[in-house]
């Protein structure tokens, strides 16, 4: 069983009059800042001049330039985009950083693949939120939390961890559940889910299923219907009470033709794709073909997403939402 920490198990006043630079005030940023905030831990922000910048000084926050932050910190949450972080870390946070400081990460990318590589005098930890930003604070702010992920990278002070778990405990992650991982299986599992499941697999799951109706000749908005929009209700069954939960909420024939169709059509050689892309995780060669890309200016990327955006499917989802929500 995973070794899994609780409210109990965490000590805020281990980080009590420490302070503690949010770099990036943007989806998690504003989420942990206005948390830790909340918790009674000082927290300054640390972001370039613009939009995010305002937002956090109109929020009440002493906010500076990254540098400045990190020099005016004890403890820095590194909440900037992954790949921005890199170049942010060579120019203005590791020339700021002092002995025994404490490094967080909400995501071991930078880490795990080395493109980031602290100095051997602070501690490096990891604490994911499993949820996004919204959920971070919308939970918070319920009286409850949202799961997250904790991992060691460097423990120099020898107290990294305990660190670590007071941030978890102040953003209300340790009322849910904290998970102990290491830095590797939260990057290659997070990237696994994305690429296999949530983003990737589903994604094209959900516009084979739609084009294999339109092109047998069935009306496009019934089969959007049929093959996209239900998803959601399934997902929520699921959500609400596990695979045989949800196979239990659908009609008989529904579950019966579920169970047998659903291994003909995403069979053993989906499977065997999968570990393909799970072993492109694990050695690196994602990180490098997408580094890669991302350097060029991402042409790639915007290609595959104006070819989404511009399919019949989207057309047809956009049609059927607006109808639905029309009164
Ligand atoms: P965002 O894209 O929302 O963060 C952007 C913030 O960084 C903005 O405040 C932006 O400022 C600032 N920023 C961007 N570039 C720079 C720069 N060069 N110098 C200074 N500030 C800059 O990031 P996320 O919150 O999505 O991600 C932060 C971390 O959290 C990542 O490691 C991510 O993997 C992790 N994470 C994210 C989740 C999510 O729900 N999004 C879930 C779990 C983990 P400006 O407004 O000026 O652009
Ligand atoms: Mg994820
Ligand atoms: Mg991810």
Redesign the pocket.
């Known amino acids: 069983m995973a070794r899994i920490y609780k409210d109990g198990d965490a000590d805020l006043s281990v980080i009590r009059g420490k302070v503690v630079a949010v ?9 942990w800042a206005l948390n830790m905030r909340d918790s009674g831990v000082k927290v300054i922000v ?8 305002d ?2 000084r109109q929020e009440g926050f002493e906010v500076y ?2 540098g400045d932050a990190v020099r005016r910190a004890d403890i820095i949450a ?5 790949m ?2 890199p ?2 870390w060579g120019s ?1 946070i590791a020339p700021g950083l002092r002995r025994g400081m404490t490094v967080v ?3 071991g ?2 880490i795990r693949f080395g493109l980031i590589r602290p100095p051997s005098d602070v501690d490096v930890v990891l604490i ?9 604070r919308d939970e918070f702010v319920r009286g409850w939390g949202v799961p997250a992920l904790v991992a060691v990278h460097q423990d120099f002070t020898g107290s990294a961890l305990k660190t670590a778990l007071a941030i978890a405990k102040a953003n209300g992650f340790t009322r849910v559940g904290v998970i102990e991982t290491t830095f590797a299986e939260e990057t290659e599992t ?1 990237l696994i889910g994305e690429q296999n499941v949530l983003v990737g697999g589903l994604l094209q799951l959900l516009r084979y299923g739609f084009e294999v109706m339109v092109e047998l000749g069935y009306q496009p908005e019934v089969a959007y219907f049929e093959a996209i929009n239900e998803a959601k209700l399934i997902m929520d069954l699921i959500w609400e009470r596990g695979l045989t939960g949800m196979l239990l909420g659908v009609s008989e024939t529904a579950r019966y033709g579920g169970l047998t169709v659903g291994p003909y059509v995403i069979n053993e050689d989906v499977k065997r794709r999968m570990k393909e892309a799970a072993e492109k995780v694990r050695s690196g060669e994602f990180a490098k073909e997408w580094i890669a890309e991302y350097q060029r200016g991402a042409p790639r990327l915007r290609e595959l997403l104006e070819q989404v955006s511009n399919s019949q499917v989207e057309r047809v989802g956009e049609f059927l939402r607006q109808l639905m929500r029309s009164k």
């Open positions: 770099l990036g005030y943007g989806i998690q940023g504003r989420a640390g972001v370039r001049p613009g939009k995010s910048f937002l956090a330039p990254v590194v909440l900037l985009p992954d921005v972080q170049s942010v203005e990460f909400a995501h990318f930078n994911a939120p499993k949820a996004p930003g919204k959920a971070v997070d």
